[in-house]
């Protein structure tokens, strides 16, 4: 689920993949409320990080997806949305 809605995914892909095709390069927003999305894809920036199953700061560029795991937007420092 992204966003609290079912996506589509295949197997091996990484959460920024999925979130790349599925809604663009927007992953969180910070607490100002600016857009961050993938700028490295390599873990290295932390700029993609995502709520995986209630744990945020989750770098998308670097976890595959798994058949009923739930991905939030988060928002500043480890909220969704």
């Known amino acids: 689920m992204l966003d609290g809605r079912p996506t589509m995914a295949y197997e091996g892909e990484t959460i920024a993949a999925v ?3 599925e809604e663009g390069l927007t992953t969180r927003k910070t607490a100002s409320g600016a857009r961050r999305g993938i700028y490295c894809g390599m873990g290295v920036c932390f700029e993609c990080l995502v709520v ?3 744990v945020p700061n989750t770098r998308a560029c670097m976890a595959l997806v798994a058949d009923g795991m739930r991905v939030e ?4 420092v480890g909220s969704s949305r």
């Open 19 to 21: 979130l790349i095709a």
């Open 52 to 54: 995986v199953d209630g």
């Open 73 to 76: 937007r988060q928002k500043g």
